[in-house]
């Protein structure tokens, strides 16, 4: 069943954006870096419910306002073009209805919704409200991957044969992650919505239509391993798939809890490699840095090729995501990189892989599944 869609006119800004940062959890911390020393956008309010964390990401900001809720954003008068929603998943919709109620864009963080019906819900108010809904994809930004698409469009590897993603994540070293971030993620665990396929796994689906177009049949053997009493990892899991071009992609996903994996943020090793029939190129590392190799290599005609200058600290992504999304608010030019309705397609490949798993990895399509 496909969404309802809708198009909503758009007029750009001829002066900075006023924004609001709503949600300044650990997540925050990347996504700010859109809005340092940039022209096109004044921050003007910090929204979040914890005083300690409040008065801490003021200091990034001092001429912003903050306040607790939404509600007293809305209450205080203060204008505001657009929002950066970094809330957990399980208040998305909740806090994007509000905010498109009072026709403020929004930039919402992945992975959407839990569900078809949630995202229909979003899409809907942002037509009835004449908003934009963006859900943000960071890893599209990332330049290592930015320039392995180039070289899949560019015809060098010859017709795609094929292409592999591998995901581990481990349980030792990284950035220090809060409990109370790690609550929800469980909680989302618990209701079927896992860590590494649904909510990290979301930056890898989203990879796969933006580098091979609409996926139509998913299938997927999800797995589960137990860390502690009550709480458990969806890994090792496989999903497999063919997109609308006949191309096929195939995900590892590991989880090794008692490896030590160098990252400046989450530990998690993540590599791409398409191959086609005249060579192959792969995206060594992303978030973590498992292989220290270059962060991009090609083999073509028995020659290897290695990018030693890319921009691949994963923090930039989230910069050019946000440069991205300020910028097209003042131009409304070029695609939107997520619009709503590309990201409920992600949605859509991940209830695909949830559906296939739960009948023993039938074929899906994910296409056919009802809100």
């Given at each position: 069943m496909a969404e309802r869609v809708a198009t909503t006119s758009f007029e750009p800004y001829d002066r900075p954006v006023r924004a609001a940062l709503v949600g300044l959890g650990r997540i925050y911390e990347l996504n700010r870096t859109a809005y340092v020393d940039n022209r096109d956008v004044d921050v003007v309010a910090l929204v979040e419910p914890n005083d300690e964390r409040r008065r801490q990401r003021h200091e990034d900001w001092p001429r912003a306002q903050v306040f607790r809720s939404v509600n007293e954003l809305a209450s205080s008068g203060i204008g505001v073009?657009?929002?950066?929603?970094?809330?957990?998943?399980?208040?998305h919709e909740e806090v994007v209805?509000?905010?498109?109620?009072?026709?403020?864009?929004?930039?919402?963080?992945?992975?959407?919704?839990?569900?078809?019906?949630?995202?229909?819900?979003?899409?809907?108010?942002?037509h009835e409200h004449g908003c934009q809904l963006r859900v943000m994809e960071n890893y599209l930004f990332y330049e290592p991957l930015r320039r392995l698409k180039e070289i899949v469009d560019s015809g060098d590897l010859g017709p795609i044969s094929g292409y592999h993603l591998k995901m581990v994540a481990s349980g030792r070293g990284g950035w220090e992650v809060s409990g109370e971030t790690y609550q929800w993620q469980f909680d989302q665990a618990k209701r079927g919505r896992g860590i590494l396929l649904f909510d990290d796994g979301w930056h890898k689906l989203s990879t796969a239509i933006w580098l091979f177009g609409p996926i139509r049949e998913v299938r997927a053997w999800i797995?589960?391993?137990?860390?502690?009493?009550?709480?458990?990892?969806?890994?090792?899991?496989?999903?497999?798939?063919?997109?609308?071009?006949?191309?096929?992609?195939?995900?590892?996903?590991?989880?090794?809890?008692?490896?030590?994996?160098?990252?400046d943020y989450y530990t998690n090793?993540?590599?791409?490699?398409?191959?086609?029939r005249r060579g192959f190129a792969r995206v060594n590392h992303c978030t973590g840095r498992g292989i220290q190799q270059p962060s991009l290599e090609t083999y073509v005609e028995g020659e290897m090729r290695s990018f030693h200058a890319l921009d691949d600290d994963w923090a930039s992504s989230f910069r050019e995501s946000g440069?991205?999304?300020?910028?097209?608010?003042?131009?409304?030019?070029g695609p939107l990189l997520w619009g709503a309705h590309d990201a409920v397609q992600v949605l859509r490949v991940a209830l695909a892989a949830y559906e296939s798993s739960a009948n023993g990895g039938a074929g899906v399509d994910p296409r056919s599944l009802a809100g």
């Open positions: 073009d657009a929002v950066e929603v970094l809330v957990p998943i399980v208040k209805r509000q905010c498109l109620k009072h026709r403020w864009h929004v930039n919402l963080q992945k992975p959407m919704a839990n569900d078809l019906a949630s995202a229909q819900r979003m899409l809907d108010a942002a797995g589960s391993t137990q860390i502690m009493e009550g709480i458990e990892i969806d890994a090792p899991s496989t999903v497999v798939w063919e997109h609308a071009n006949g191309i096929r992609g195939v995900w590892d996903i590991t989880f090794a809890v008692d490896m030590y994996l160098r990252s090793d993540e590599r791409w490699e398409v191959t086609g440069r991205h999304w300020l910028r097209w608010l003042h131009t409304g030019e």
